[in-house]
């Protein structure tokens, strides 16, 4: 399969918990998006990173949540001391950059915190 | 920051009939308009997409309208099939990195 994928597909944890997910970008693709998706809402973005660089970070993000990029491949995203509120879907995109820069997404982590 | 509103939320058509989603954005400076159909449990993918240079633009079945006096656009969806039964977000695009603001989806269901 050579489309983004990311790892675990759920997780479930209690509060207080921390939890890491993965992120495999297509593999020419330099852009790598997490985005945060709630029921019957649209996507959130959260950060985004150029190769290893994190150019941006959304105000939603909380002093909890990291995300790293070390090589410019793959991609985690932390979240430590999980609350109820972090539960929702993680989803993780790549583009190419270009004119439309068309960001393809993987299938998501679902997270539930207990 | 850019505001993306969609409408209706939910929409129910027979199948043959066309089906029209609407979208405004609030920053004149978005350039880039795309649509994403997410089925049931499965990732968002991207259907059609629209530069801010361009008032329209077809696929088959599917056209995107763009009015950025306006700033709405639209999506449009003729003969409608009940594979086309999924959640349809909107999204605009201000800066050139590429992060997308998203609509609240609209929920298509297409009967027989």
């Known amino acids: 399969d050579t489309g983004v994928s990311q790892d675990p597909r759920h997780k479930i944890t209690k509060r207080g918990q921390n939890v890491t997910f993965r992120c495999d970008p297509i593999?020419?693709?330099?852009?790598l998006y997490w985005y945060r998706q709630t029921l019957g809402q649209g996507p959130e973005f959260l950060t985004y990173f150029q190769n290893e660089a994190q150019l941006e970070k959304s105000r939603l993000l909380s002093d909890r949540f990291s995300a790293e990029r070390p090589k410019g491949s793959f991609s985690t995203l932390e979240i430590q001391r999980t609350e109820q509120g972090d539960s929702a879907m993680y989803l993780c995109a790549s583009s190419l950059g270009g004119l439309t820069n068309e960001q393809f997404f993987g299938p998501g982590t679902r997270l539930t915190v207990l | 920051g850019e505001n993306v509103e969609q409408h209706p939320s939910t929409l129910s058509v027979q199948e043959g009939d066309s089906a029209v989603i609407k979208c405004t954005y609030s920053?004149?400076?978005?350039?880039?308009f795309p649509w994403y159909k997410q089925e049931l449990g499965k990732r968002p993918q991207l259907i059609i997409d629209?530069?801010?240079?361009?008032g329209e633009k077809k696929d088959q079945r599917i056209a995107v309208t763009l009015n950025k006096t306006a700033k709405h656009f639209s999506l449009h969806i003729t003969e409608t099939q009940p594979e086309d039964s999924a959640v349809y977000f909107c999204a605009a695009r201000t800066d050139s990195w590429g992060k997308l603001q998203f609509g609240a989806g609209t929920q298509v269901v297409v009967t027989p």
């Open positions: 629209i530069r801010s240079n361009v």
């Open positions: 593999s020419e693709h330099n852009r």
């Open positions: 920053d004149s400076a978005s350039n880039y």
